[in-house]
C-alpha cells in the first residue's frame, strides 16, 4: 500500500512541470497588461489626442458663435451637398460594388487578374490626380463632356459631379469587403435551394443576400465615411460654387485660410459628430443583422 502511494505520488510529481508547461505557454507578443497599455497609447496619441484638441479648440467659442459658425446659410448648404452627395455615392457603389465582387468570385474570365487589379486603383491613385482625370474626362472639352454637353447635361463643376468622384474613390470598400464574404459562403445552400425549388431570385434574396448583408453594410459605411472626409478628388470637379457645388472640407479649408481657427473646428466637430451617429446607426443594424441569422454579435 505504502509502495503503490509512493508510486503515485513520483508520477504526480513527474506530471506537475508538464502540466504547468501546457497551462502557461510561452507567448509571442507580450503579456495582456503590457500589450493592453501600448494599445491606448497608441490610440491615444493618433486619435484621442487629436479629437481632444478639435473640440478644445470648439469650447473657445460661446454658443451664439458657436451656432452662427455652424448653422450659416452658407455653411448648411455644403452639409447638403456633402452628406446627399456621399450617401448617393455610397448607395451606388453598394449596389454596383455588390455586383463586381460576385463577378470576380463566380466567374472565370480572360483578364480577371488586370480587372482585379484595377479595382485597387483608387487606393494607389493619388486623389488629386483622381480629379484632375475626372475633370478632364468630363469637362466640356473632354472626351465625355464633349459628347453630353450639347445634350444639355453638364457633369462637371456641378454637384453630380462631385457624386461621380465620390463613387470612384469610395467603390474599392465595397468590393473588397464582400468579395471574401462571397468566396467563403457555401454553394452547397444555393444547390440545396435550387433543388428544392426555388428560382434564382429566390436564390438570391433568401440564400445569399442575408450572408453579405452585414458585409455589405460595412462597405457602405466604409465608402460613405471616406466619401465624408474626401477633398483632393472632388476639389477639382466641384467647381467651388457657394451655395452650389461648395463641400464642407473647402469650407473648413477658407476658415483656416482666413485664420478662423474657431470657427473651421466648429465646422469639423459637427461632422464628426453627424458621421460617428450614422457609423453607430450602421454598427446597430450589422449587430442586429448577425442576431437574425443566429450569429453571436
Known sequence: MTAATSVAARGAALAAPAQAGRRAPKRVLPGFGLTLGYTLFYLSIIVLIPLSA?????????????????????????YRLTFGASFLAALVNLVFGLLIAWVLVRYKFPGKKIVDALVDLPFALPTAVAGISLTALLAGNGWVGQILEPMGIQLAFKPAGIVIALIFIGLPFVVRTVQPVLEDAEKELEEAATCLGATRLQTFTKVILPSITPALLTGFAMAFARAVGEYGSVIFIAGNMPMVSEITP???????????YAGATAVAVVMLVISFILLL????????????AGAPA
Request: glycine share 2%; no cysteine.
Open 54 to 78: 478639435l473640440i478644445f479648440k470648439t469650447f473657445t467659442l460661446t454658443w451664439e458663435q458657436f451656432w452662427a459658425a455652424i448653422s450659416a446659410p452658407r455653411v448648411m448648404a455644403s
Open 250 to 260: 473647402l469650407i473648413i479649408i477658407g476658415k483656416l485660410e482666413q485664420y478662423d
Open 281 to 292: 446607426i450602421i454598427n446597430a443594424l450589422q449587430a442586429w443583422q448577425r442576431r437574425h
